[in-house]
Protein backbone atom coordinates (compact mmCIF):
# COMPACT_ATOMS: atom_id res chain seq x y z
CA UNK A 1 0.00 0.00 0.00
CA UNK A 2 1.50 2.93 -1.06
CA UNK A 3 2.07 5.90 1.62
CA UNK A 4 1.51 9.64 0.73
CA UNK A 5 3.83 10.95 -2.56
CA UNK A 6 5.52 14.12 -3.34
CA UNK A 7 7.47 15.57 -6.57
CA UNK A 8 9.94 16.45 -7.29
CA UNK A 9 12.10 15.81 -3.97
CA UNK A 10 13.72 19.42 -4.07
CA UNK A 11 14.06 22.26 -6.19
CA UNK A 12 15.77 25.51 -6.96
CA UNK A 13 14.29 28.19 -8.68
CA UNK A 14 14.87 32.21 -8.61
CA UNK A 15 12.91 35.18 -7.73
CA UNK A 16 9.98 35.85 -9.59
CA UNK A 17 9.44 32.27 -10.95
CA UNK A 18 6.43 29.90 -11.04
CA UNK A 19 6.49 26.45 -9.27
CA UNK A 20 4.34 23.24 -9.47
CA UNK A 21 4.50 20.95 -6.75
CA UNK A 22 2.71 17.13 -6.77
CA UNK A 23 1.34 14.94 -4.38
CA UNK A 24 -0.48 11.59 -4.87
CA UNK A 25 -2.62 10.54 -1.64
CA UNK A 26 -2.51 7.09 0.19
CA UNK A 27 -4.75 4.88 -1.05
CA UNK A 28 -8.64 5.27 -0.13
CA UNK A 29 -7.92 9.10 1.04
CA UNK A 30 -9.50 11.85 -0.55
CA UNK A 31 -8.80 14.72 0.76
CA UNK A 32 -5.67 16.81 0.51
CA UNK A 33 -3.79 19.58 2.68
CA UNK A 34 -0.53 21.39 2.01
CA UNK A 35 1.72 22.99 4.90
CA UNK A 36 4.74 24.83 4.20
CA UNK A 37 7.23 24.19 6.93
CA UNK A 38 9.88 26.87 6.94
CA UNK A 39 13.14 25.50 8.50
CA UNK A 40 12.98 25.22 12.34
CA UNK A 41 9.15 25.95 12.13
CA UNK A 42 6.09 23.97 12.91
CA UNK A 43 4.04 23.17 9.53
CA UNK A 44 1.88 25.93 8.47
CA UNK A 45 -1.53 25.00 7.00
CA UNK A 46 -1.83 26.85 3.29
CA UNK A 47 -5.29 24.85 2.47
CA UNK A 48 -7.25 21.42 1.61
CA UNK A 49 -8.95 20.04 -0.89
CA UNK A 50 -11.84 17.64 -1.29
CA UNK A 51 -13.98 16.75 -4.09
CA UNK A 52 -11.05 19.17 -6.82
CA UNK A 53 -12.28 22.11 -4.39
CA UNK A 54 -10.31 24.58 -1.95
CA UNK A 55 -12.40 23.92 1.00
CA UNK A 56 -10.50 25.50 4.31
CA UNK A 57 -7.30 28.02 3.48
CA UNK A 58 -4.92 29.48 5.97
CA UNK A 59 -3.10 32.71 5.41
CA UNK A 60 -1.44 32.21 2.66
CA UNK A 61 -1.51 34.81 -0.35
CA UNK A 62 -3.46 34.17 -3.71
CA UNK A 63 0.18 33.37 -4.61
CA UNK A 64 -0.19 30.18 -3.68
CA UNK A 65 -2.88 28.11 -5.17
CA UNK A 66 -3.60 24.53 -6.13
CA UNK A 67 -5.63 21.82 -7.77
CA UNK A 68 -7.12 18.43 -7.28
CA UNK A 69 -7.56 15.60 -9.93
CA UNK A 70 -10.71 13.44 -10.56
CA UNK A 71 -7.96 10.49 -8.98
CA UNK A 72 -7.59 13.06 -5.98
CA UNK A 73 -3.81 13.74 -6.54
CA UNK A 74 -2.77 17.62 -6.09
CA UNK A 75 -0.43 20.40 -7.19
CA UNK A 76 0.23 23.28 -4.97
CA UNK A 77 1.45 26.32 -7.49
CA UNK A 78 3.28 28.95 -6.75
CA UNK A 79 3.71 32.30 -8.60
CA UNK A 80 6.03 35.10 -8.06
CA UNK A 81 8.20 33.14 -6.37
CA UNK A 82 9.92 35.40 -2.80
CA UNK A 83 12.87 34.55 -0.89
CA UNK A 84 10.94 33.59 1.87
CA UNK A 85 9.25 31.10 -0.06
CA UNK A 86 11.81 29.31 0.87
CA UNK A 87 10.65 26.37 2.69
CA UNK A 88 9.79 22.50 2.82
CA UNK A 89 6.19 21.97 1.46
CA UNK A 90 4.42 18.72 3.01
CA UNK A 91 1.27 17.18 1.47
CA UNK A 92 -0.61 15.20 3.81
CA UNK A 93 -4.09 13.01 2.69
CA UNK A 94 -6.77 12.16 4.61
CA UNK A 95 -9.97 10.52 4.54
CA UNK A 96 -12.96 12.86 4.77
CA UNK A 97 -15.36 10.97 6.60
CA UNK A 98 -13.65 9.65 9.15
CA UNK A 99 -14.26 11.16 12.65
CA UNK A 100 -11.10 12.45 13.81
CA UNK A 101 -9.48 12.22 10.83
CA UNK A 102 -5.95 11.52 10.58
CA UNK A 103 -3.48 13.06 8.00
CA UNK A 104 -0.77 11.20 6.58
CA UNK A 105 2.27 12.91 5.15
CA UNK A 106 4.85 12.38 2.59
CA UNK A 107 8.24 13.27 2.43
CA UNK A 108 7.61 16.55 1.25
CA UNK A 109 9.26 18.66 -1.50
CA UNK A 110 12.13 21.40 -0.58
CA UNK A 111 12.33 24.60 -2.36
CA UNK A 112 14.96 26.76 -2.29
CA UNK A 113 14.38 30.28 -3.75
CA UNK A 114 17.52 32.18 -4.87
CA UNK B 1 -9.74 30.05 17.88
CA UNK B 2 -7.49 26.85 18.49
CA UNK B 3 -4.28 27.29 19.34
CA UNK B 4 -1.64 24.93 20.71
CA UNK B 5 1.16 25.49 22.77
CA UNK B 6 4.40 23.78 23.39
CA UNK B 7 5.96 24.56 25.79
CA UNK B 8 9.97 23.80 25.19
CA UNK B 9 11.40 24.67 22.45
CA UNK B 10 14.23 21.95 23.01
CA UNK B 11 14.45 18.78 26.12
CA UNK B 12 17.57 17.01 26.85
CA UNK B 13 17.41 13.66 28.63
CA UNK B 14 19.76 11.02 29.02
CA UNK B 15 19.11 7.15 27.46
CA UNK B 16 16.81 5.16 29.84
CA UNK B 17 14.98 8.30 31.66
CA UNK B 18 11.70 8.92 31.30
CA UNK B 19 10.57 11.69 28.44
CA UNK B 20 8.31 14.31 29.41
CA UNK B 21 7.23 16.81 26.03
CA UNK B 22 4.24 19.36 27.01
CA UNK B 23 1.54 20.45 25.19
CA UNK B 24 -1.42 22.85 25.99
CA UNK B 25 -4.24 23.82 23.43
CA UNK B 26 -6.91 26.15 23.19
CA UNK B 27 -10.06 25.18 21.72
CA UNK B 28 -13.65 26.59 21.29
CA UNK B 29 -15.02 23.32 20.55
CA UNK B 30 -13.81 19.32 21.57
CA UNK B 31 -11.53 19.05 19.70
CA UNK B 32 -9.32 16.26 18.00
CA UNK B 33 -5.55 15.88 19.16
CA UNK B 34 -2.11 14.47 17.93
CA UNK B 35 1.66 14.03 18.19
CA UNK B 36 3.69 13.33 15.31
CA UNK B 37 7.22 12.81 15.36
CA UNK B 38 9.65 14.43 12.72
CA UNK B 39 13.27 12.88 12.42
CA UNK B 40 15.88 14.72 10.03
CA UNK B 41 15.18 14.95 6.46
CA UNK B 42 12.22 12.86 7.16
CA UNK B 43 8.65 12.89 6.66
CA UNK B 44 6.10 13.58 9.58
CA UNK B 45 4.84 9.94 11.11
CA UNK B 46 1.87 10.05 13.88
CA UNK B 47 2.87 8.71 17.19
CA UNK B 48 -0.58 8.84 19.06
CA UNK B 49 -3.75 10.91 18.53
CA UNK B 50 -7.23 11.59 20.63
CA UNK B 51 -10.57 11.68 19.39
CA UNK B 52 -12.84 11.72 22.47
CA UNK B 53 -12.66 8.01 23.70
CA UNK B 54 -10.15 7.11 26.00
CA UNK B 55 -8.29 10.22 27.80
CA UNK B 56 -5.24 8.22 27.87
CA UNK B 57 -3.78 7.41 24.42
CA UNK B 58 -1.13 4.53 23.59
CA UNK B 59 0.82 5.15 20.77
CA UNK B 60 3.86 3.69 18.71
CA UNK B 61 7.80 3.43 19.70
CA UNK B 62 6.24 3.61 23.74
CA UNK B 63 4.89 6.70 23.77
CA UNK B 64 1.67 7.24 25.30
CA UNK B 65 -0.41 10.95 25.98
CA UNK B 66 -3.25 11.96 28.33
CA UNK B 67 -5.97 14.54 27.53
CA UNK B 68 -6.31 16.17 30.77
CA UNK B 69 -9.72 18.95 29.83
CA UNK B 70 -9.30 20.76 33.39
CA UNK B 71 -5.98 21.86 32.31
CA UNK B 72 -6.18 21.60 28.52
CA UNK B 73 -3.31 19.95 28.50
CA UNK B 74 -2.03 16.81 26.26
CA UNK B 75 1.27 16.30 27.26
CA UNK B 76 3.33 13.08 25.66
CA UNK B 77 5.11 10.99 27.85
CA UNK B 78 7.76 7.64 27.71
CA UNK B 79 8.97 5.86 30.20
CA UNK B 80 12.54 5.02 29.42
CA UNK B 81 14.45 7.24 26.35
CA UNK B 82 15.88 5.60 23.46
CA UNK B 83 18.99 7.13 21.44
CA UNK B 84 16.56 6.63 18.35
CA UNK B 85 13.85 8.50 19.87
CA UNK B 86 15.77 11.99 19.31
CA UNK B 87 13.78 13.86 17.00
CA UNK B 88 11.53 17.07 16.47
CA UNK B 89 7.87 16.95 18.03
CA UNK B 90 5.13 18.70 17.12
CA UNK B 91 2.12 18.77 19.12
CA UNK B 92 -1.72 19.31 16.96
CA UNK B 93 -5.03 19.94 17.24
CA UNK B 94 -8.00 20.13 14.78
CA UNK B 95 -11.83 20.67 15.34
CA UNK B 96 -13.65 18.58 12.76
CA UNK B 97 -16.98 20.30 14.00
CA UNK B 98 -15.94 23.73 13.53
CA UNK B 99 -13.46 24.18 10.52
CA UNK B 100 -11.42 21.64 10.04
CA UNK B 101 -8.62 23.44 10.07
CA UNK B 102 -5.27 21.82 11.75
CA UNK B 103 -2.54 23.82 13.59
CA UNK B 104 0.78 22.76 14.64
CA UNK B 105 2.76 23.85 17.10
CA UNK B 106 6.00 25.07 17.04
CA UNK B 107 7.88 21.92 17.73
CA UNK B 108 10.36 20.13 20.42
CA UNK B 109 13.51 19.09 19.92
CA UNK B 110 14.29 16.16 22.08
CA UNK B 111 17.82 15.23 22.19
CA UNK B 112 19.10 12.07 23.94
CA UNK B 113 22.05 11.99 25.90
CA UNK B 114 24.10 8.81 26.42
Known amino acids: DAGVTQSPTHLIKTRGQQVTLRCSPK?????VSWYQQALGQGPQFIFQ???????QRGNFPDRFSGHQFPNYSSELNVNALLLGDSALYLC?????????????FGPGTRLLVL | AQSVTQLDSHVSVSEGTPVLLRCNYS??????LFWYVQHPNKGLQLLLK??????LVKGINGFEAEFKKSETSFHLTKPSAHMSDAAEYFC????????????FGKGTRLHILP
Open chain 2, 27 to 32: SSYSPS
Open chain 1, 27 to 31: SGHDT
Open chain 2, 92 to 103: VVSDRQRDDKII
Open chain 1, 92 to 104: ASSSRGAVGETQY
Open chain 2, 50 to 55: YTSAAT
Open chain 1, 49 to 55: YYEEEER
